[in-house]
Protein backbone atom coordinates (compact mmCIF):
# COMPACT_ATOMS: atom_id res chain seq x y z
CA UNK A 1 0.00 0.00 0.00
CA UNK A 2 0.97 3.59 -0.96
CA UNK A 3 1.75 6.04 1.65
CA UNK A 4 0.31 9.18 1.54
CA UNK A 5 3.79 10.54 0.94
CA UNK A 6 4.66 7.91 -2.24
CA UNK A 7 1.45 9.16 -3.41
CA UNK A 8 1.97 12.65 -3.43
CA UNK A 9 5.40 11.77 -5.20
CA UNK A 10 3.56 10.29 -7.96
CA UNK A 11 1.32 12.68 -7.90
CA UNK A 12 3.72 15.66 -8.30
CA UNK A 13 5.99 13.31 -11.06
CA UNK A 14 2.99 13.08 -13.23
CA UNK A 15 2.34 16.99 -13.15
CA UNK A 16 5.50 17.68 -13.95
CA UNK A 17 5.80 15.16 -17.48
CA UNK A 18 1.61 16.52 -17.98
CA UNK A 19 2.66 20.17 -17.88
CA UNK A 20 5.29 19.98 -20.18
CA UNK A 21 3.22 17.67 -22.30
CA UNK A 22 0.50 20.43 -22.38
CA UNK A 23 3.07 23.44 -22.62
CA UNK A 24 4.03 21.71 -25.55
CA UNK A 25 1.35 20.93 -27.58
CA UNK A 26 -0.02 24.72 -26.71
CA UNK A 27 2.40 26.53 -27.75
CA UNK A 28 2.87 24.62 -31.04
CA UNK A 29 -0.77 25.70 -31.67
CA UNK A 30 -0.79 29.00 -30.47
CA UNK A 31 2.76 29.90 -30.91
CA UNK A 32 2.48 32.01 -27.73
CA UNK A 33 4.07 31.07 -24.37
CA UNK A 34 2.60 32.74 -21.92
CA UNK A 35 -1.05 31.22 -23.23
CA UNK A 36 0.90 27.68 -23.20
CA UNK A 37 2.29 28.30 -19.63
CA UNK A 38 -1.46 29.59 -18.67
CA UNK A 39 -3.06 26.40 -19.65
CA UNK A 40 -0.56 24.22 -18.97
CA UNK A 41 -0.57 25.53 -15.27
CA UNK A 42 -4.39 25.53 -14.78
CA UNK A 43 -5.65 22.19 -16.40
CA UNK A 44 -2.32 20.16 -14.52
CA UNK A 45 -2.84 21.90 -11.13
CA UNK A 46 -6.70 20.89 -11.35
CA UNK A 47 -5.77 17.43 -12.73
CA UNK A 48 -3.06 17.13 -10.28
CA UNK A 49 -5.69 17.50 -6.65
CA UNK A 50 -7.93 14.66 -8.58
CA UNK A 51 -5.27 12.86 -8.95
CA UNK A 52 -4.40 12.63 -5.59
CA UNK A 53 -7.87 12.04 -4.13
CA UNK A 54 -8.54 9.65 -6.99
CA UNK A 55 -5.67 7.44 -5.66
CA UNK A 56 -6.53 8.17 -2.19
CA UNK A 57 -10.24 6.30 -2.82
CA UNK A 58 -8.47 3.50 -4.65
CA UNK A 59 -6.89 2.53 -1.82
CA UNK A 60 -10.08 2.37 0.50
CA UNK A 61 -11.50 -0.26 -1.93
CA UNK A 62 -10.86 -3.65 -0.86
CA UNK A 63 -10.46 -5.99 -4.00
CA UNK A 64 -12.94 -9.11 -3.91
CA UNK A 65 -11.67 -12.46 -3.09
CA UNK A 66 -11.86 -14.54 -6.17
CA UNK A 67 -14.03 -17.91 -6.09
CA UNK A 68 -12.09 -19.27 -8.81
Known amino acids: MDSKKRTLSKTISWYVFHNCMMFTITYLLTKSWELGLTIALLQTLGEAV ?6 RIWLRIKPKKSGI
Open 50 to 55: LYYIHE
